[in-house]
């Protein structure tokens, strides 16, 4: 029986948490290597959804958002075609949109809704191009077809989680003209968090959190505010892959996002642990 | 780290539970035996508060229901008054009734509304009284002020848990002249249930739950359907004084409640055991 | 028939003073002394309950707020229990307050909720303690558990007036470690009326009114504004007694409450011949 | 002060009625005598709009149907037409017609809208041909544009009682063709509350009610059943002209109308003196 | 098959006009004038009806309303009523103000209710008599009972344009004795397009529109703001008889409303063209 | 003008049409070969797309539902995959089943999705995985994922109808082990007009009709009930490539779709011609 009171004393120990995150709205960004990983692992992806769905019981609005880097270079490499680059970026002309779509469509947003509604029938899949979701525009002629977000229409967001669905959210967006474009996912899970009012915005990355010195495993930062963070951009002392992440985290939270989270999302559950335990995990960053 | 991961595994483990449960309205019963140990423990009441919000944070909606025996024979003994019995059952005179009033809305129901509502404004207290939830005749002159159930009108609780609050109702009721009667708990808690049309009715008791042979405590029944617990009743097996709560039990799966429970509330976080985790504890009776 | 026709002529002197109060809501603080009253003339709590269920069923929304000073004395007194005193204020140690819940929940709650109810399923007692209703910080910790209102959380009473029930609250309040206090009965009617946004704040005393001189019993004001009515107070012409009441009157209209009145509840129908005909009765305070 | 204490006494007297009738919908068929009377008398159509305005503001959903036979002949004179009859009946041709539309419309629903509105913006003149309120077919070509009524479409008029409105209905209806009918008011009052599922219908008349025998003054019936009432006209006891009021009374219990009233609409008041005295007038028929 | 698909690609023309004006208010005042060219046309009127129909069907709010000049001349006639002029303005007796109510509601309001209720129970009568739609002022005592608009209440409105009802107003209203006017028809369409919040307001008149130069049929205005068009009239360019046409259409943009109209009603399907074809008609006002 | 007035005329000769079917909900399948030959016209699947929209804007339900035969097998070809056949059906393999879903989730789908969006923000692609939608069995273990549909859990589709947008759904399902199948695009189109009720089934096909005797081109059948087409089918008058799509006309009906349509999709707006003039074209089902 030991073992019986302990589960007890546990699922206990997450009321207060319960109820300080019933009824929010929690932006989760899920990259495309986790979901490399998963494969690698085989359980990781049904861990994440067994998170998700734990959120939505307990009353949180969980919105997936996800890219797919490596599936669209795997595509694209199954199709003989070879990336060109300007400045570092990606080119993506008509024929590479093409591969985006069905890599991002018809793979990744598609493994995450069936991962998710193997627990019943949550998960609808979303583009971003769905009724008017993301406005883009091009960000540079010479990469082809890349959008920044400049406008969010979350009605369609808003009706699935008020119908208690959980939206997973492919990072496709559409101009003025109706072509679509390949947007950032991180900038676009800030973006709907944003639009959506939502209490969070978390990114699960394959890093610990951040770190105050990034050749320091010893100095992860637990919790940060934004002109922190900013300061300690601009002191150079964070990697340089992390940036655009950092970025999104300050633009969120000045945005109106209450706490954006940096999670390892290679840890087992990392969403309950951050969410539900004493035992917080990875970075937060307030306002 | 270990401790941080199981935790998230129990909490995982609950999953499908919450699913299954989610806006399920559950009648629980709470014995004033159980506040009395309480009393001594001084923490089982707050044990048993965690639980009832728990489930509510959760999606169920907890109606709580109590009697108040010990506490009403404390504040007889207090005023001086000799209770009277006839064939057994105590008689409820003018006086008497005035005593069940104070004891059951001043003291018993106020110990409940006031240990959840340390987590929170869910509780509100309610008496059969209010807006003509419990219609009540006479059981027999010769006892008194002492009722049984005639009529049931739920709007009450049903608008308070529609407003995800938690109703803690204490047994009293009406007769069609406006006199309040005492009423048996046990069956309240059943009649409440079937008109609320309930999944759940869960009696807390102080025995581990029902034996196929009450002087072997090996022999502890985990489920049985009506049909099964009425024949063991007609072969003598089962103790006395399990008999009201075994036939209300009986009465509740009749008129259409799913699954009724009885439990062991001595156990700590009794209710989150049996409905959140693989160890389910008591006997759980279905239709 | 002439009798019939007359009849008929003061229903329809009612109608233009029907249609003003349709919607609108009205706290009437009931006080411990009318029940007294009541207990010896045997009808005046009928009376009262009349008169609120008209007000409900024309289409205002009446909100009971009850003290019951008479009711914890003498049942302090049946307990042998010695009040102290402090400055002349009645310390309310542990003991204390649990006859105070006992009183006013137990008995003066219940006989008001038992007599509006004899006319339709109207009536549910609430404490303050219910669902958050009042949040209190302790006045002097010489006076133990004594509370003064510092926060209202109206939505139990606005979800009854919404399903037109009738709200009967006891003035009971828990300050932010959980523990009850006793509230003043006169300030608790006036905060609610204002979380409320209520159109009326009515004091139902034993008194005519408020007197210009309150040794000239020719003197009776009629209606006052709250700069007038300060003045007076200042001025020292009024009866010390009656000061606490006028305070929460001016405080009040001052925090949007239209209408204050004190009104003599020993009248019978004073409800009814205030609102529904020319003859008003007893004082009214504007802003 | 003794007359106060009456009038609240009177006041108090209504409560049972008030709440008997809380949601009730009443349709009231309002005689065009009725009116001309009023014109003679000055009041009489004022009293009603009171008494109309009272039952709406204690929650009962009053509908108002009408006809106008001295209105229309009035204005046929003034027109120099000669009315035709065949059988006795008079015939409507296209001429006609169009002086009932100008009575109906332009004379008899505005006086009666004008003097309810005088209390508050409660009255909406409705025409039969509105939204399809009424559908009829052709009595008999020999008598022209004279219709029975054959379908209901009630959804103009509950929205109007939804919204607390009066409607004040001309019996004008429609048939398949869209050719515009007059119909008999007594008829269409009928269908109209049945079709809403009316509680009451009433017929405001210039006699006392019904007689047993109609030349013996003293032999009003007081209340009466369908199949009593059906008896007595059989047996040629009742006066010819209330023969159609009768059978129109029959024809609403029958089709779930719960009463049929027939008042005498010279008294002043007589809706209160029914609905909120104990001195009941007139003739109730009964299912 | 040509012709169909011509008639396809017709349809298919609409859809950008459909689209924008989904949801619009549109008040359309229509003329007495062009109800008396109906009758000469025999299908004017209709046409009229099913414009208005398949504006309401397509999604927008259409509203009419109507005025009855000719109508209420020739009854006078029919009556033997000699008008009285003041300054060139017709004096609106109490016998006069009994025509218009005949005229307006009795004949005009009807042939467009009944026209309308075609094609559908659509139509329902209205008069600013009802619910308190329109409140006036006396404009000059000479003139009797001529109304100026002071208040519109258009709740009855909006409940019939959210039952997809087509409101039909006749432009009577009624000052704060109760007395009933008769108000001009241009300035109540103006004064219910800017309490509604309407996109767009239409007059339908028998000219082509507004012309440069009156006298130059070459010189018609396709598109004007208000301050042109002002500057228009104190050029004197405008003929005398559209200038309060035109100061309506002034006072309406300038009240908010988005767009005012002047259309040709002697063309058929005028609304049609204007609204849902590439080929607009008349003159449109903007801000 | 002459055209101008031609226009309205085709306007007002599509009113009786868009009243009828308002509030209607119709199921439309699109193949896989109209999105085909709309690459080569460049135009087909834009003229589809502005007849959806039209639909919706007059009020109508659509909903989309199309497979993807040509799309899945080019892709296949890009991959070197080779098709294997089963009685002269295709095996459909785990790798194949990636290849379908990057065909219809990320080409097929996208493509309707945005030639719709082009008209503003109304359609949303859905997956049959998506909240339950289609749950399916496998066919036949032979031929590997190709399901059946057994479920159908339309909230989704409903909640986006109600949302007044336009889903387009790919014909994916689940199984209960959480498999993904294809499915039947013509099967799935029936089980969703079914499930939803709908007033009406189209299949846009390459073919104007059925034919009374295939062979014969002028014996195209306008009208024709399922026992009638039935006999038909039974006969051998039609051919064999027919059939499936005509299977599941006569079930849709059967399962209470009101009528089924085949009509030739190549025609430019068929759908308009169908349902907005008296040009009907192609073969329609009646119950």
Same mark, same amino acid.
């Given at each position: 029986m030991i073992e019986a009171l302990d589960k007890a004393a546990i699922l206990a120990e997450a009321l207060p948490y319960i109820r300080e995150f019933s009824g929010a709205t929690v932006v989760i960004k899920f990259g495309g290597n986790a979901i490399h990983d998963a494969k690698g692992? $085989?359980? #990781?992806?049904?861990?994440? #959804?067994? $998170? =998700?769905v734990l959120m939505r019981l307990v009353g949180m609005n969980p919105v997936v958002v996800h890219g797919g880097g490596p599936q669209i270079s795997a595509l694209m490499d199954r199709f003989g075609k070879k990336p060109e680059f300007v400045d570092g970026l990606r080119v993506t002309d008509a024929e590479t949109m093409e591969i985006v779509r069905m890599a991002l469509l018809g793979q990744v947003n598609r493994e995450l809704v069936s991962a998710i509604n193997r627990h019943g029938p949550f998960a609808v899949g979303v583009s971003g191009e769905d009724a008017g979701l993301l406005t883009v525009q091009t960000r540079d002629p010479r990469l082809g077809f890349v959008g920044d977000v400049t406008a969010v229409r979350p009605d369609v967001i808003h009706d699935l989680t008020r119908n208690e669905c959980i939206p997973v959210v492919a990072t496709l967006g559409v101009d003025d003209s109706g072509q679509v474009h390949n947007v950032n996912a991180d900038a676009v899970a800030a973006a709907i968090a944003e639009a959506l009012g939502a209490e969070k915005l978390v990114y699960l990355t394959n890093v610990p959190g951040i770190y105050r010195d990034f050749s320091d495993k010893t100095s992860l930062i637990s919790e940060i505010d934004a002109a922190g963070l900013d300061a300690l951009v601009q002191s150079g002392a964070v990697s340089e892959g992390m940036i655009p992440k950092i970025r999104s985290c300050?633009? %969120? =939270? %000045?945005g109106g996002v209450r706490r954006a989270h940096i999670l390892d999302g290679r840890l087992p559950h990392a969403l309950l642990l951050e969410f539900f335990t004493r035992s917080g995990v990875g970075t937060m960053v307030m306002p």
């Open positions: 692992q $085989d359980t #990781a992806i049904d861990l994440f #959804a067994e $998170d =998700v300050i633009d %969120a =939270v %000045a």
